[in-house]
């Protein structure tokens, strides 16, 4: 199958050139799509300056060159030089019967050979734990990674966590204070955040405990022993909370994925050497620092990166600098992804032209930060709980299972649903809504966490697109039985369901129709944007349309035979399409609800 718009630009990029020669092979078709067609070409607006005709007359003449016979019915020219393209109903219903029998669903092949591509997300700080703010970063680039593999490219998973640095130097002095055995250490596996707080509260009000732990943070880039035998004990107690994490979540990391800070520490004293080689990195007021041109602050003074501290200590923009030379000569990655939080702007920018300027990026491979906004509360400020902390991660995700559990239990008594069902459902409810409300906001932007929003099932929510695909599984159950009573195929089956073919017969049946071959062409766009808020506007649409459809076409009842077949062979693409799609953003899609 082809992708209606794709298919229309190659049509109409052949009239630019048999029109006005090969040079104006690189014209952009510029297809859209319109009010008044499927499609309209504007081409003729912009090659109008570069010919020196009138576009009206420019667009006449690509008419005359453009053969879209079998694609389209007769298109015409509108406006001050618009071409209008109308699909014929039987070249979508033909593209929708091949997508039927795509394994692919109409997704094209990656490029020759697919590009390896790393993807950082998650990144949480190792004996803290995750909070609101870890959401987005997890799940963005987990959808981000999905989306990438789906379509064919080698993807590397990255969990760059914050396991080294300062945090460990206070972190170990503190346990050192207490006590391994203490009830204050326990805290470590029962309540990270309390230990990280009253450490840190020491580091804040204590010089000489702060010096310390400045000075065990050399200890522990420099291999101290002791020192790295504490900190596989901090970092030990954070990984089965990470896997209850993830695991909730259903994200694809694994311990496999994490390289952390303390993974590059081994690079670190080559990457600066080298710096310090190239002149890029000068020494200012004791410590090592490299000034990319292009970036300065209060009165024009150039901005520094700080690659080692004063004490000797690095820096994390060392690691990073580390992370990037690792990526490209030792994973060889063509493109990679940094899913980090929109405020470390300045900062990824900064490193990365260090990076360049020392030529550890080649030209070709693309390091890219897709910037992630804040989580909201209702007053616009960030989200916190009433007494001003961070919102914690688990908490959350319990909340949102208990109150998809408190919508569900009405619907309960009549789906007779058992209790271990219903948790099953709410579990895939309230996680479902909190990811698909944080997904299908564009990924800078920030948002206003919203519970009766997120967990409606009207809009553009986790649970509406959820509640299409269950009662698409309900049509293929009632179809199933039907045709077990009347001992008849009914096309129920898969089989028959293949062979059935489809055939587009009223507005409703064409709009969804059209509407699910561009499933390849969207996924294709956010692999590319690395933007799966436009993959959730795309299944919003096809789950919209098919509610249109299933109210005004009648599936199971239609008649003839060969019509019932057709719609049930349209519910069987659309299904695959929400299912699929739903599993690219990791978003559960029960099958009963």
Known sequence: MADPQEVLAQRVRDAIVASFGPAYDDADPLIRPSSFADFQANAALPLAKRVGRPPAEIARELLARLDVAGICTEPAVSGPGFINLTLREDWIAAQAVDMLGDDRLGL???????????????????????????????????????????????????????????????????????????????????????????????????????????????????????????????VGF??????????????????????????????????AAELEEKGIAVYSDGALCAFPPGFTGREGRPLPVIIRK??????????????????????????????????????????????????????????????????????????????????????????????????????????????????????????????????????????????????????????????????????FRRAAEGAAASGTAACATAAGIAAAGIAVTAGPERALALRLIGFGAIVTQVGQTAEPHRLCAYLFDVASLFTTFYEECPVLKAEPESLRASRLALCALTLRVLSTGLDLLGVPAPERM
């Open 310 to 475: 004063s004490d000797g200590g690095y820096n994390y923009s060392a690691t990073d600098l580390a992370t990037v030379r690792y990526r490209v000569d030792v994973l060889h990655c063509d493109r990679a992804i940094y899913v980090v939080g929109s405020d470390q702007s300045l900062h990824f920018q900064m490193v990365f032209a260090v990076a360049a300027e020392a030529g550890w990026i080649p030209p070709g491979v693309v390091f890219e930060h897709a910037k992630i906004g804040l989580v909201l509360g209702p007053d616009g400020n960030r989200l916190r709980t009433r007494s001003g902390d961070n919102v914690q991660l688990s908490d959350l995700l319990e909340e949102a299972v208990e109150r998809a559990r408190g919508i569900l239990d009405e619907v309960a008594a009549a789906d007779h649903f058992s209790a271990a069902e219903l948790d099953e459902v709410a579990e895939a409810v309230g996680i479902g809504a909190v990811k698909y409300a944080d997904l299908s906001t564009a990924r800078e932007s920030a948002y206003v966490f919203d519970w009766d929003r997120m967990i409606s099932f009207r809009g553009n929510t986790g649970p509406y697109l959820q509640y299409a695909t269950a009662r698409l599984h309900s049509i």
């Open 108 to 234: 094209a092949p990656a490029a020759a050979p697919p590009q390896t591509i790393v993807v950082e997300y998650s990144s949480p700080n190792i004996a803290k734990e995750m909070h609101v703010g870890h959401l987005r970063t997890t799940i963005v680039g987990d959808a981000i990674a999905r989306v990438l593999e789906f379509a064919g490219h080698r993807v590397i998973r990255d969990n760059h966590v914050g396991d080294w640095g300062t945090p460990f130097g206070m972190l170990i002095e503190h346990l050192l204070d207490v006590g391994e055995d203490s009830p204050e250490a326990a805290l470590l596996r029962t309540d990270p955040n309390a230990f990280y707080q009253a450490a840190r509260r020491q580091f804040d009000s204590d010089p000489a405990f702060a010096e310390r732990a400045r000075k065990r943070v050399v200890d522990l880039q420099g291999g101290d022993p002791e020192t790295l035998q504490h900190w596989e004990e901090l």
């Open 238 to 271: 954070s990984l089965d909370y990470l896997h209850r994490i993830y695991g909730r979540l259903r994200v694809t990391l694994t311990d496999a994925d994490i390289r952390g800070e303390s993974f590059y520490n081994d690079m670190l004293a080559d990457t």
